[in-house]
């Protein structure tokens, strides 16, 4: 796969939580391996 950035997943997972207010982390396990959720400041974040 081409990708077009070389951050490892601390990285990345520190780029999201800084740049973009718009996603929650929604990981139920602890670790690097995270996964965030997009939600609508309009509704609350539900």
Known sequence: ?????????A???RWI???QGSFRD???EE???RMFHLFNHNN???
């Open 1 to 9: 796969m081409k990708v077009n950035h070389d951050f490892t997943l």
């Open 11 to 13: 990285e990345a997972n």
């Open 31 to 33: 670790g690097e391996r």
């Open 44 to 46: 609350g974040g539900r």
């Open 17 to 19: 939580e800084h740049y």
């Open 26 to 28: 929604i990981s139920t």
